[in-house]
């Protein structure tokens, strides 16, 4: 009798053994890892809700987590945007799993890496820790926030490098940050952050973006000793940021001579550095008695300002008109047409901007003549500041004309001019 | 018998409503059955003026005390006597008379000439067709795309409507006041005057961008509300024989009015739309470009001025 017993017993330890091998326990194992990470940092993360006015209905909702004593929360800056440039007309709340809720306010703000600090009373929340040596291309991340009112979700990626397409360093992220996540962490397996959600790529797949923990670093040691009064406006720290940017965008743009490009008959501006995406096109249709080749430039480094307001890029785009037979005066009104003035359709905020105003006239320019004009308006909430645009129309040729165009937002008028009068002294026609 | 003269009531423009024969002197006027010459004007008293002949072929009247005198107009004096000639006109109530003696010379008569050229609706026709093929021009010119053509016809029918309406309006004016509708002149005015308007705003426009001349648009500007006034005036002309200077004098009054609306429309349109870009965006071919241009330095330096003015919007509205 006890024999068999034994044999019972040394056959189910066997059985055990077999299926507790390590390939068969594979897959549990990760989203084991997701759970463990999520159960860890839940507390600290909160939604955070824009208000408008006393209505309980959020106007804009976002991600924030703890990082601090005394409740500081980070977030992104394009979440409480509305909040630091408008304090009267919206209010800040935060929600905690827990159920825990209140009030927020904006401490310090970067504009231009898109981070802000408030301050809420979170109780115990525990902070966050961030991480401080560098991740490898492949390293696993997760993205904590709240997609489209789904609730506080847990997405994994993979970290990728920094993105080398942006102006500001920004860590390029597969995952699928959603909107909504915007400002929440993302943390490495060990729950160390090591970036806050900020964008996704509005053409990809899982291609997201992450502002680095070390802005995020810089933006708290700010934010400690800062006391700004309840309800403050932010605007003049805004301002002086874009201000900044201006000067740091526009001095690499400056930096060296203007490089230059032979574009069909014509040298033209060329691709500044890395920090700026060219394209080219044409429009080539049989039936058109004319043909349109059209090249373009842009700076990546647009600033969301407030819901209407994105500024901070620099954009050229130069066009050749070719008449194939068009006679002097009917090519002379398809010149008119491409260098019509800009500004229809916008929507104009009064409280943004003044309205343009404008100047043209016949220039000299390196063989042969044009038409210029230029238009300036001027930021009103934020100091020094202004839209700068240039037109080109060349007059040298009853057939052949370039037309080029200039547009700098949100930049010093001494920067304006300074690059302007490059860019005008750059256009040549090579006969 | 024979007249020893004639008293002539006459009109506002100095033409003959009704003429009297005077047979004997002194010749006695007013509203009463027993004058020799009876006036049918309230304002007139029962006896009012007596006429005598005077030196010279020439006529002395004299007030048989009325109540509202006579006055040799232009004059609002009150004259209890007076002495005229044949061409001079003595007011007494509202009625303007004139006396002349049967010696008065006439000039001789004028050439019976068939209606001006103008008037004739050969003209008219012609005129229609130099502003047709002027506006079929100007479409051609623009239009670099096949779906502009259409548009632009529509619009070249849109402006002969409207001009349709124009004429019409003023033949039928011409019609309620002196009898003639003038269809034709009406619209050969009309058909040259808008022409006469496209050609000066063609120049203008060339003008101004050969000689890089922003002011000359101004310029235009009066030129083109001159050449509507005289347009107006020779409508005017068409209907009514009243004085000229009179005529222009309402030509221009109109006119300004037209443009002083227009003008008004333009502003408020303009500060509406105050987030778009205004400059010339007027391009010509190169060929009619006569100055050399200035300097890109100068150009961009220039934009000081812009910055002030925005600087100055910013501070008058923050």
Same mark, same amino acid.
């Given at each position: 009798?006890?024999?068999?017993?034994?044999?019972?017993?040394?056959?189910?330890?066997? #059985?055990?053994?077999?299926?507790?091998?390590?390939?068969?326990?594979?897959?549990?194992?990760?989203? #084991?890892?997701?759970?463990?990470?999520?159960?860890?940092?839940?507390?600290?993360?909160?939604?955070?809700?824009?208000?408008?006015?006393?209505?309980?209905?959020?106007?804009?909702?976002?991600?924030?987590?703890?990082?601090?004593?005394?409740?500081?929360?980070?977030?992104?800056?394009?979440?409480?945007?509305?909040?630091?440039?408008?304090?009267?007309?919206?209010?800040?709340?935060?929600?905690?799993?827990?159920?825990?809720?209140?009030?927020?306010?904006?401490?310090?703000?970067?504009?231009?890496?898109?981070?802000?600090?408030?301050?809420?009373?979170?109780?115990?929340?525990?902070?966050?820790?961030?991480?401080?040596?560098?991740?490898?291309?492949?390293?696993?991340?997760?993205?904590?926030?709240?997609?489209?009112?789904?609730?506080?979700?847990?997405?994994?990626?993979?970290?990728?490098?920094?993105?080398?397409?942006?102006?500001?360093?920004?860590?390029?992220?597969?995952? #699928?940050?959603?909107?909504?996540?915007?400002?929440?962490?993302?943390?490495?397996?060990?729950?160390?952050?090591?970036?806050?959600?900020?964008?996704?790529?509005?053409?990809?797949?899982?291609?997201?973006?992450?502002?680095?923990?070390?802005?995020?670093?810089?933006?708290?040691?700010?934010?400690?000793?800062?006391?700004?009064?309840?309800?403050?406006?932010?605007?003049?720290?805004?301002?002086?940021?874009?201000?900044?940017?201006?000067?740091?965008?526009?001095? #690499?743009?400056?930096?060296?001579?203007?490089?230059?490009?032979?574009?069909?008959?014509?040298?033209?501006?060329?691709?500044?550095?890395?920090?700026?995406?060219?394209?080219?096109?044409?429009?080539?249709?049989?039936?058109?008695?004319?043909?349109?080749?059209?090249?373009?430039?842009?700076?990546?480094?647009?600033?969301?300002?407030?819901?209407?307001?994105?500024?901070?890029?620099?954009?050229?785009?130069?066009?050749?008109?070719?008449s194939k037979d068009l006679g002097a005066l009917r090519f002379a009104h398809l010149q008119e047409r491409y260098f019509a003035p800009g500004g229809y359709g916008e929507v104009f905020d009064r409280r943004h901007h003044t309205g343009y105003a404008c100047r043209d006239e016949i220039v000299a320019l390196q063989g042969t003549r044009a038409k210029m004009a230029m238009c300036v308006r001027r930021y009103k909430r934020l100091e020094g500041l202004y839209d700068v645009v240039l037109k080109v129309a060349t007059l040298g040729d009853p057939g052949l004309a370039l037309q080029s165009e200039l547009e700098m937002e949100g930049v010093s008028f001494e920067a304006a001019t300074t690059f302007s009068r490059r860019y005008v002294e750059a256009i040549r026609w090579n006969r | 018998m024979e007249p020893l003269a004639f008293v002539e009531v006459l009109g506002r423009h100095n033409d003959v409503l009704a003429r009297h024969a005077v047979y004997r002197w002194p010749a006695r006027i007013g509203r009463g059955y027993d004058m020799d010459v009876i006036l049918d004007d309230r304002f007139v008293a029962a006896r009012h003026l007596q006429i005598e002949p005077a030196a010279d072929g020439r006529f002395a009247l004299t007030d048989l005390q009325s109540l509202n005198g006579i006055s040799l107009p232009p004059s609002d004096k009150r004259m209890s006597a007076a002495e005229v000639g044949p061409d001079d006109v003595v007011r007494l109530g509202q009625t303007q008379l004139r006396v002349r003696a049967p010696s008065y010379a006439v000039r001789a008569e004028r050439p019976l000439r068939a209606t001006a050229v103008y008037r004739r609706p050969v003209a008219f026709a012609i005129m229609a067709a130099v502003l047709l093929g002027l506006a079929f021009w100007n479409s051609w010119v623009v239009a670099t795309h096949e779906e502009e053509r259409a548009f632009l016809a529509f619009s070249i029918v849109l402006i002969f409507v409207a001009a349709g309406i124009w004429v019409s309006i003023w033949a039928l004016v011409s019609r309620t006041v002196g009898g003639r509708s003038n269809f034709s002149g009406h619209g050969f005015v009309a058909c040259a005057g808008l022409t006469a308007l496209a050609l000066w705003d063609t120049l203008v426009e060339y003008l101004s961008f050969g000689f890089d001349a922003h002011w000359l648009k101004h310029f235009g500007t009066l030129g083109a509300a001159a050449i509507f006034a005289y347009m107006v005036y020779r409508h005017l002309r068409l209907n009514s024989r009243a004085v000229r200077s009179r005529l222009g004098i309402a030509a221009m009054i109109v006119s300004v009015t037209a443009y002083g609306v227009g003008t008004g429309f333009q502003i408020a349109s303009d500060s509406a739309r105050q987030g778009v870009q205004r400059y010339s965006q007027a391009l010509k071919a190169p060929l009619f470009l006569m100055v050399s241009g200035v300097s890109p330095e100068a150009f961009v330096a220039e934009g000081e001025t812009l910055k002030r003015k925005v600087d100055a919007m910013a501070r008058a509205e923050p």
């Open positions: 009798m006890r024999s068999v017993h034994l044999i019972v017993r040394t056959a189910a330890l066997i #059985a055990a053994a077999l299926l507790g091998l390590p390939g068969a326990a594979q897959e549990p194992e990760v989203s #084991a890892q997701a759970r463990a990470l999520y159960e860890q940092t839940r507390d600290s993360v909160a939604q955070i809700r824009v208000l408008l006015g006393s209505s309980d209905t959020p106007a804009a909702t976002g991600t924030g987590f703890v990082v601090g004593p005394g409740g500081l929360i980070l977030t992104n800056y394009h979440v409480v945007a509305d909040k630091a440039l408008e304090p009267e007309t919206y209010q800040l709340e935060f929600v905690l799993p827990g159920g825990r809720r209140g009030p927020l306010q904006i401490v310090a703000v970067d504009v231009v890496d898109d981070l802000a600090v408030v301050r809420g009373d979170t109780g115990d929340a525990r902070p966050l820790p961030f991480r401080d040596a560098p991740l490898s291309k492949g390293d696993k991340g997760f993205s904590l926030g709240h997609p489209l009112n789904q609730g506080l979700t847990v997405v994994e990626g993979i970290y990728n490098g920094r993105s080398e397409e942006q102006y500001y360093e920004r860590i390029h992220y597969t995952g #699928a940050i959603n909107p909504g996540m915007s400002g929440g962490p993302v943390v490495d397996i060990g729950g160390r952050v090591f970036g806050v959600n900020v964008a996704n790529h509005r053409r990809g797949q899982l291609v997201s973006f992450l502002v680095p923990v070390k802005f995020a670093k810089r933006l708290l040691s700010r934010a400690a000793a800062a006391r700004p009064p309840q309800g403050a406006d932010f605007r003049e720290q805004v301002g002086a940021q874009i201000r900044a940017h201006d000067a740091e965008l526009m001095g #690499a743009l400056l930096k060296a001579p203007l490089p230059v490009q032979k574009l069909g008959e014509f040298s033209v501006p060329a691709k500044i550095g890395d920090f700026m995406q060219c394209g080219a096109g044409t429009e080539r249709e049989a039936g058109k008695p004319y043909t349109v080749d059209a090249h373009q430039c842009y700076t990546l480094s647009s600033l969301y300002i407030d819901r209407r307001l994105n500024t901070g890029m620099v954009t050229f785009r130069h066009r050749i008109l070719r | -």
